[in-house]
Antibody, heavy 116, light 110 residues
């Protein structure tokens, strides 16, 4: 069974940093593109970033470029999202997801709240 | 990277059909056959219902079907059931390894 479990969320002040982690199991992690998707409270889904199987290609939505960094550690079946210079508008549930053009599996999501 | 356009709401009585549209551009929906549809219940993670325009993952009822014409994709739910009441989002590959989601549609079963 495919499982994706996010951790590392919480409350942070504007301008602060947070690192999200995603532990993957039930599939060959190193064989898949991985993606982060977020959903602001009461709003729709927004693609944030994705990363190729070997970690050498990374892509971001314009609003997080230069502030967020996606990475992965295949030996530990783990995906990460380093979030710096956080803004109030980054407040959202962040989902770890498997896939690139199609998201086949989703984690349960982790809440990140940016507020003073 | 503009969101795809969906109607905010759609509704139907049990047993009826409801169709949700998802309008993009030639750079996303119209340019690739990588349109997906997701079902999301309040407080829960999305679930893949349709991928590559009209393919259903294992376990998804055949009441759910997808199609595409030019820059607009559609999801049809036939034989509506109470459990189909949820939010539905489309997504499309948008080139350059980017993905774009729709604005979301709340489906109500009357």
């Amino acid at each position: 069974e495919v499982q994706l479990v996010e951790s590392g969320g919480g409350l942070v002040q504007p301008g602060g940093s947070l690192r999200l982690s995603c532990a993957a199991s039930g599939f060959s992690f190193s064989s898949y593109w991985m993606t982060w998707v977020r959903q602001a409270p009461g709003k729709g889904l927004e693609w944030v970033a994705n990363i190729k199987q070997d970690g050498r290609e990374k892509y971001y939505v314009d609003s997080v470029k230069g502030r967020f960094t996606i990475s992965r550690e295949n030996a530990k079946n783990s995906l990460f999202l380093q979030m710096n210079s956080l803004r109030v508008e980054d407040t959202a549930v962040y989902y770890c997801a498997r896939g690139q053009a199609t998201i086949f599996y989703w984690g349960q999501g982790i809440l990140v709240t940016v507020s003073s | 990277q503009s969101a795809l356009t969906q109607p905010p709401s759609a509704s139907g009585s049990p047993g009826q059909s409801v169709t949700i549209s998802c309008t993009g551009t030639s750079s996303d929906v119209g340019g690739y056959n990588y349109v997906s549809w997701y079902q999301q219940y309040p407080g829960k993670a999305p679930k893949l219902m349709i991928y590559e325009v009209n393919k259903r993952p294992s376990g998804v009822p055949d009441r759910f079907s997808g199609s595409k014409s030019a820059n607009t994709a559609s999801l049809t739910v036939s034989g509506l059931q109470a459990e189909d009441e949820a939010d539905y989002y489309c997504s499309s590959y948008a080139g350059s390894n980017n993905l774009v989601f729709g604005t979301g549609t709340k489906v109500t079963v009357l």
